[in-house]
Each structure stands twice: as structure tokens, then as C-alpha cells.
């Protein structure tokens, strides 16, 4: 939250909220009541807002506060801060007002530079990549992390905000003509195939072998594993109906995206056939609705949609059409390795490019309490905080011999959300205090970490041979 007596430049933000209100500046002066001159200033970044004009702000064209306080991409803010503090640019002792000034002024030429830093550090590492591949496992992940099929396709979503307008609205029109929500949505699916000339067969799991679903298209048939739950089998269904209706409408959104990596191409197109199953599952406009009225309740959401906790939480993350937004949820899905195999963010959530999570993030305690939600207030090292929501999913395939693996899924968004949620009720948000994390130990600069596993890569160590504190690591902090 803004503090009463703080001042802050806007000028950007505040342009670009006039123009999406069709607003002339006399126009918001006379509705703000303030002069034009004073609007003319602010946007010219002469003049700083107060506490109060935010507020007004607020309460005339009812905005989220947070949203009107000048922010910057958060995932863009720490590549740049990270990038900047590579030791070849001698660059170390820019301040974080000398950065977050670059950020607001000229946030493409950052994301520019960055691009070029990403290419600089893949060809200084390949050579050393090529002579032993497998030396250091962390140094080759970050080598391949720019041109990974899977990375690009997460680049698009995120450039999305998560939200693929085109592909939401036709799995929503296809509901509302199946009526899913009042007749039983595996036999409408199941009948819709058929319409297609395809029938579903549930087979046995020694039949299907390690596959869950395949698609057979000579035989026109769409077999699923009895491993699979009834969400999961309805979610296959819709990833097949969205392959079979929406083939141009997905082509035209790959064509757009304008990606040369045929992988890249490939794993798209199944992305956005995924997409459009989650959709149909739970079409917009009733799940936005539901979400609102039942305080985003994850639980009770994916029991009233037939859907997974899973599902119902990565839906969350796409609720971002203009004329009705939902919460700016992130989501993470990570093994208990710390390994993470699935990220989104509506917001402005900053995930490591590359490595695991912070160790202090609830996340990862929640595998120790199985199927139950924890919550916490983290705060990342740029000041931003966030309401965090954890809790472990089992996946599908358990059996005797072979159980099922048990995945950890984070969500969560900026903490003056967190009223909105009903897992915030009984916690005092003001008098909270929020837990540090990091990016990840690589990048974090926090000092005296207790639970730190590596030294951070942009700082000297420093070894005393007298002491041993509880951080593993110490370095050198930044001076000036």
C-alpha cells in the first residue's frame, strides 16, 4: 500500500489509464478536480502524486490501488537487475534508482539489452558446454535456457499475461452450447465426439502401458487410461474436440506468434489445445463469477467445475480478458526435488530463468502437511510483496508398486489481492510480517541466510577461518 505522505511520478501509468478512458486531460482534471495544467505535469513526469490524488484516482474510476503506484514488469526488472550485474560490465554499483529509472523510462530498451546479455552469456558458455556437457549440470541449464522449445512457449504465455482472448472465447461459446453446466459433461463430451465419427474407450492401464491418452486417428478412436481420473478424462476429451473445431482458429494464434523453432511450433499448438480443454472445463464468464462469489476457493471451485485442484488453479491464472478481469494470480508447480515443471503468472511475479526456489518459499513445506492449503506472506528483494497459497497435488498413474507422484502447486498474487481471498480471512495483513525469498540462491543477495545452498554468482566470497554462522556462505556486499 501507498504510505499517506508519499509522492510518486506516474506520468506513464497515468497517460496510459487517460487514453484507455477516452479521457482528454481537461476532461480527468474536471472529474478529478484538479486543473489540466496539474494532469499536463504529472504526465510529463514534472510534477509527482500524492497519496491523495492516487486515491481519488481510485475511488472515481474504481482502480486497485496498487495497480496506479508506477511498477514495472517484474520478471523484466530482475533479468535486467541480474543481467546488469554481470562483473564483465563493471557495473556493480548502479543503484536501485539509477535501475528502476531505466526500467520506467525505456522498459523495450531493457528488455533489449537483456536479450543481448542472454546471447552473450550462451556464446561465451557453449564453447565450455561443448567440451564436457555434463561437468555442471546448473551452468548447461543456463546455456540452453534461451533456445529450450518449452521456454519459448512460456515467453509467449507470459507476453499473453496468460490470457489467449480468440481461444477462451470459443471454448466458453462451445460450453454454453453443450450446456455443461446443466447436463453431464462426460456424456456431452463423449457425444460430441461422436458426431465427429470418434468413439472414447477407457482401457486398462496394462493395455495402455505408460500412456495416458492416445489418439488413434485410422481407427477414430480416443483411448484414455483407466489411470486417469474423471477430470483428467474430460480434460482429454476437450484437448481433442479443441484439435478437431479450432485447428484454424489455434493456426492462426501460432502464425502470430511467429516462432521458427518447429518444436517450439509443435509444443504451442498443444499448449493452446490444452488451453481451449481448461476453457470448456470451466468457460469464463460462469467460473470468473464463481470464482468471485466463493472467494476464490480452489477447493470448492474444482469440486463445482469437475475439475482437479490443479486445473482449477492454473485457470485462475487466465482470467485477464479487458472488460472482465479476474485476480493477477502466479502459478508454480514444482516436484519435491525443487525442480519446476510449470509456471505462469497473470502478474508481475518474477520467476528465476534459471535453478529452483527460494528453500523459504511455503512451497516447499507443504509436503510436509499432504492435501492441505498453508498461506504465506512472502516479499521479493525489490520490495514487492505477495499472498502466497500452497498445497501438494497427487498426479495420476498411482499403483501398487508404482505410486503416483506428489507435486507441490503455488499460487498467489500481490498481497492487496489478498482481501479478496478467503485464505487470507483471520490474518491480520497489516501486522503480518512478510517472509524475505529470493529468485533463487544464485541470484539472491540477502545476507545471513540460513537456508542459502549456494553462494550467489554476482559476489566475492568471504571466508573467516575463526567463525561458523548458521549462513553456510558470507560475501561481500555492495558498496555506494
Known sequence: MT????????????????????????????????????????????????????????????????ELAPSTDAQLAADFTTALKDPVLGMAGLSRSEIDAVLQASPRIAAAFVRLHDNHREA???????DNPMTDRDKVEV???????????????????NYVDPIDRAAEA?????????????????????????AVRILPSHVMGDQLRRFDFHRSELMISELLGQSS???????????????????????????????????????????????????????????????YDVELL??????????????????????ARGIPFFFVRVDQAGNISKRFSAGRFPFSRFGGTCPLWNIHSAFETPERVQTQVIRMPEGASYFSIARTVTRAGGMHGAPAQRLAIGLGCDVSYAPRLIYADGIDLERTKPVDIGLNCYLCERPDCSARAHAPINRRLKVNERERSLAIFSFEEETG
Not at 143 to 161: G, I
Not at 237 to 254: D, H
Not at 255 to 268: C, Q, W
Open 302 to 323: 474444482s469440486h463445482r467445475f469437475g475439475s482437479s485442484y490443479e486445473q482449477a488453479a492454473h485457470r485462475m491464472t487466465t482470467l485477464q480478458r479487458p472488460d
Open 143 to 161: 546455456l540452453t535456457e534461451s533456445s529450450r522449445p518449452v521456454d519459448v512457449v512460456r515467453n509467449w504465455f507470459y507476453a499473453q499475461k
Open 233 to 295: 478424462r474430460r480434460f482429454q476429451m476437450g484437448v481433442l474436440l479443441g484439435r478437431l473445431e479450432q485447428e484454424e482458429l489455434i493456426a492462426q494464434q501460432v502464425e502470430k506468434a511467429g516462432l521458427s523453432d518447429p518444436a517450439a511450433v509443435s509444443l504451442l499448438r498443444v499448449s493452446l489445445a490444452n488451453y481451449f480443454a481448461a476453457a470448456l472445463m470451466m468457460p469464463y464468464g460462469r467460473f470468473l463469477a464463481a470464482c468471485e462469489s466463493a472467494r
Open 3 to 66: 504510505k499517506r505522505n508519499e509522492k510518486l511520478i506516474i506520468g506513464q501509468r497515468l497517460r496510459m489509464l487517460r487514453q484507455s478512458l477516452g479521457l482528454t486531460q481537461a476532461q480527468m482534471a474536471t472529474e478529478l478536480g484538479v486543473s489540466a495544467s496539474y494532469v499536463t505535469l504529472m504526465e510529463a513526469d514534472q510534477r509527482p502524486a500524492s497519496a491523495r490524488f492516487l486515491m481519488k484516482l481510485a475511488e472515481v474510476y474504481d482502480l486497485n490501488v496498487s
Open 174 to 198: 462451445m460450453a454454453e452450447e453443450l450446456a455443461l453446466h446443466r447436463n453431464e459433461p462426460h456424456l456431452a463430451l463423449t457425444n460430441r465426439l461422436a458426431g465427429h465419427g470418434i
Open 124 to 130: 561465451i558458455l557453449r564453447p565450455m558446454a561443448d
